[in-house]
């Protein structure tokens, strides 16, 4: 019976490696919409977000699939002169537990590459399975965004000033990797960051715009935040004996409480709550 059961196992697996990829396009031209939301629940493969230069458009897209699993559903209606756009795979199998070495093969197969306008002011909720995610978010009009990430090795950047005022950024991250760059870029007036068991690395290079209030909250996982030193930071830490904060470049000023040595200096602040349970939060200095 065993025998007979890995037999079938065989079969099926050799039938999903040698399928024809399929590929499609989803193309959502602009009608005078106001704003955007835009909601993208992706279970397995590499997502890769940026900039739209056409402006007759809201997306432009390339999809690629292996498997009918993955097949991409997209849905798009207009409320009020406000565009809501829903992205998913047709099966997001949250669920469901793939190794790293089987994820490698089926993130060559499944891929979005998104393109996104730049012409009016957007939101976006990611969730992403496992894989890998590259989101460039350079010139997009980004009022709020919440990703959440799996298994999935992300990659955010900024590489110029978000024009719009970014109300809120959520990052929530599992087994995998975020970096983000550019933070200072992003035009952030709130952040809250969870980092469960991955790593995250925050650079908030970039010529800040405002100051930026915000939490990150870490368990069995590791922080990295490099900050430029024209940024002075303001933080309320609380940690156990298990978890490491190094927070070089700091005076402590008030019960858990600490500045940086540039905080009467500094155009722009940053307020931080840190909160590590058996983790750590490191932080490093621009020069």
């Given at each position: 019976m ?19 990829l ?12 106001h704003?955007?939301?835009?909601s ?20 432009r ?8 699993y ?7 209606k207009v409320?009020?002169n ?8 047709k099966?997001?199998a949250?669920d ?24 009016i002011?957007?939101?976006y ?13 350079s ?17 955010m ?6 024009q719009?005022?970014?109300?809120t950024?959520n990052?929530?991250t ?11 870029y992003?035009?952030?007036?709130r952040?809250?960051i969870?980092c469960?068991?991955g790593?995250?690395?925050l650079y908030?290079?970039g010529?800040?715009q405002?100051d930026?209030?915000?939490k ?19 933080v ?17 000023v008030g ?26 939060v490191?932080?490093q200095?621009?020069?």
């Open positions: 065993r025998r007979k059961v890995t037999l079938v196992l065989i079969l099926l697996v050799s039938i999903v490696l040698g399928e024809e399929k590929h499609e396009r989803h193309d959502i031209p602009y009608k005078g919409e704003e955007l939301d835009v993208i629940a992706f279970g397995l493969g590499r997502l890769n977000i940026k900039n739209c230069t056409d402006e007759n458009f809201l997306l897209s390339e999809m690629i699939y292996s498997h009918e993955y097949r991409p559903n997209v849905v798009y409320l009020a406000r565009g809501r756009l829903r992205l998913e795979t099966k997001f949250k469901e537990v793939y190794s790293r070495d089987k994820s490698r093969h089926y993130t060559d197969k499944n891929t979005w590459d998104l393109e996104f306008t730049t012409k002011p957007s939101t909720e990611i969730d992403l399975g496992l894989g890998e995610g590259l989101l460039n978010f010139n997009i009009r980004l009022q709020d965004l919440r990703l959440q990430c799996g298994l999935s090795d992300v990659k950047n900024f590489n110029v000033a978000n719009e005022n970014l109300r950024m990052i929530s599992g087994l995998g990797s975020v970096e983000i760059r550019g933070l200072g992003a035009n952030m007036e952040f809250d969870e469960g068991l790593a995250t690395s908030f290079d010529k800040a405002q930026a209030r915000g990150v909250r870490v368990g069995l996982g590791s922080v990295k935040i490099i900050m430029p030193d024209d940024v002075a930071v303001e309320r830490a609380e940690s156990s004996f298990l978890s490491s904060l190094d927070l070089r470049g700091f005076d402590r019960e858990k409480i600490y500045r940086s040595g540039n905080w009467r200096s500094a155009k722009r602040k940053i307020y931080m709550e840190i909160e590590v349970g058996l983790g750590s490191d932080f200095w621009l020069d």
